[in-house]
């Protein structure tokens, strides 16, 4: 297993659509063992295969607390077949969006089609939590973000904000790299 990049704010390859899973084969389960392994070390209850560059319809979750076992779900295919119209209110936030908090209104129950890791199509009832954090996950898969659900005005904040920090770190490293390139300069003086 490994640990993969987590890609953030203002990354464009957040708004991608991705594609459908053909078959579940070894590249699959693999990249579902890389990405459960990268949640759990972020740590995150939820990471869709978008957030670590890769367009492809597959979703982890394991929104078990802290002293309780795991419970990996692994979601290939992901869609939500029903939803409740009762609402319910959860303060979510993203590995993507790193430290930046929201409540978001969503159905409070679902229910959710998807295939397993044997390539089996199964379906399951979520609420709480686990209704949320699949229905964060799916809106990944068609390019959205939690802070879509939020107001014009509280989403064009934290975009700018995002995209500042962004450029400052570009000219960060930038100013790394002409001092570097300085430094070696000399050296070779
Ligand atoms: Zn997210």
Known sequence: MAILPIITLPDPRLRQTSKPVER???????LLDDMLETMYDAPGVGLAAIQVAVAKRVVVIDVAKKDEKPSPVFLVNPEIIWASEELSSY????????????????????????????????????EGLLATAVQHEIDHLDGGLFIDHLSRLKRERVVKKFAKAATRRGATAEARETEQAKVLDKAEV
Request: net charge negative.
């Open 24 to 30: 579940v084969d070894a590249e699959i389960l693999r």
């Open 91 to 126: 303060e979510e936030g993203c590995l993507s969006v790193p430290d930046y908090y929201e409540d978001v209104q969503r159905p409070a129950r679902v229910r959710v089609r998807h295939l397993d890791r044997a390539g089996a199509t199964i379906e399951f009832d979520a």
